[in-house]
T-cell receptor, first 114, second 114 residues
Framework: DAGVIQSPRHEVTEMGQEVTLRCKPISGHDYLFWYRQTMMRGLELLIYFNNNVPIDDSGMPEDRFSAKMPNASFSTLKIQPSEPRDSAVYFC????????????FGPGTRLTVL | AQKITQTQPGMFVQEKEAVTLDCTYDTSDQSYGLFWYKQPSSGEMIFLIYQGSYDEQNATEGRYSLNFQKARKSANLVISASQLGDSAMYFCAMRERGNTPLVFGKGTRLSVIA
């Protein structure tokens, strides 16, 4: 079975550039989560979707961040313009409600903004 | 207040010995789930074990077991017969009220010594 797929795995960009991170959840999962991991703040939720609808985006740092889920098999997280403080590992996770409680994580995208 | 507390930033264990990683949580919900994830140096988040708040038995998955003490609000991970490949960061997490996002602790770095 394919797990959560994220691309790219690594991204290096310059300050001010637009960055788009992509995620394909596990087929059949109706929840999708975007998390960010940094040394200072640990793992924190950015936004999550249920049946392609954003439910809670209170973790999105500011207007430079946006996320979409146009269909059940694809989501994007966009940062425009990017800043050095956005450097982090971005994880996408998916889960199936209500019977399965586990959230499965993708391999993450390591973003470096110079 | 922190929802998940992992008091051990780092732990060492001898190969083939058992080790306990501590996790305490804070919630007023009656229904919640507790998770442990492993993050090796390669960066991916690997689901290890899950305990539901209504589960009467402690969860076990191979060499992993969860010592769930509801009254103390603790959910310690026990790894038996440690292997060198167990060296990694370990995160405790909690989910409250349905499939809402996970809240993570700061993690414990486990080092297994030959």
């Amino acid at each position: 079975d394919a797990g959560v797929i994220q691309s790219p795995r690594h991204e290096v960009t310059e300050m001010g550039q637009e960055v788009t991170l992509r995620c394909k959840p596990i087929s059949g999962h109706d929840y999708l989560f975007w998390y960010r991991q940094t040394m200072m703040r640990g793992l924190e939720l950015l936004i999550y979707f249920n049946n392609n609808v954003p439910i809670d985006d209170s973790g999105m740092p500011e207007d430079r961040f946006s996320a979409k889920m146009p269909n059940a098999s694809f989501s994007t997280l966009k940062i425009q313009p990017s800043e050095p403080r956005d450097s982090a590992v971005y994880f996408c996770a998916s889960g199936h409600s209500p019977s399965t409680d586990t959230q499965y994580f993708g391999p993450g995208t390591r973003l470096t903004v110079l | 207040a922190q929802k998940i507390t992992q008091t051990q930033p780092g732990m060492f264990v001898q190969e083939k010995e058992a080790v306990t990683l501590d996790c305490t949580y804070d919630t007023s919900d009656q229904s919640y789930g507790l998770f442990w994830y492993k993050q090796p140096s390669s960066g991916e988040m690997i689901f290890l074990i899950y305990q539901g708040s209504y589960d009467e038995q402690n969860a076990t998955e191979g060499r992993y077991s969860l010592n769930f003490q509801k009254a103390r609000k603790s959910a310690n991970l026990v790894i038996s017969a440690s292997q060198l490949g167990d060296s990694a960061m370990y995160f405790c997490a909690m989910r409250e009220r349905g499939n809402t996002p996970l809240v993570f602790g700061k993690g414990t770095r486990l080092s297994v010594i030959a």
